[in-house]
């Protein structure tokens, strides 16, 4: 599994036990990640949500 999936999936834990919208500043915080680590998970989670549907 590549780091950035892996990222992605527990960024969707992180979101999903939250039960609220978060910043990338916390999403940052919880996974000790840069911005741009954070933002291109963010965007492959938005891409495999899409693909769910």
């Known amino acids: 599994m590549s780091d950035s ?3 992605s999936t527990i960024l969707e834990a992180i979101l999903f036990s939250a ?4 910043t990338v500043e ?3 915080e ?11 998970a963010l965007e492959n989670l938005r891409a495999t ?3 769910r549907r």
């Open 49 to 51: 949500i899409k693909r």
């Open 19 to 22: 039960g609220r919208s978060m």
């Open 30 to 40: 919880q996974t000790g990640k840069t911005r741009t680590e954070v933002s291109g």
């Open 5 to 7: 999936v892996e990222l």
């Open 26 to 28: 916390e999403l940052m």
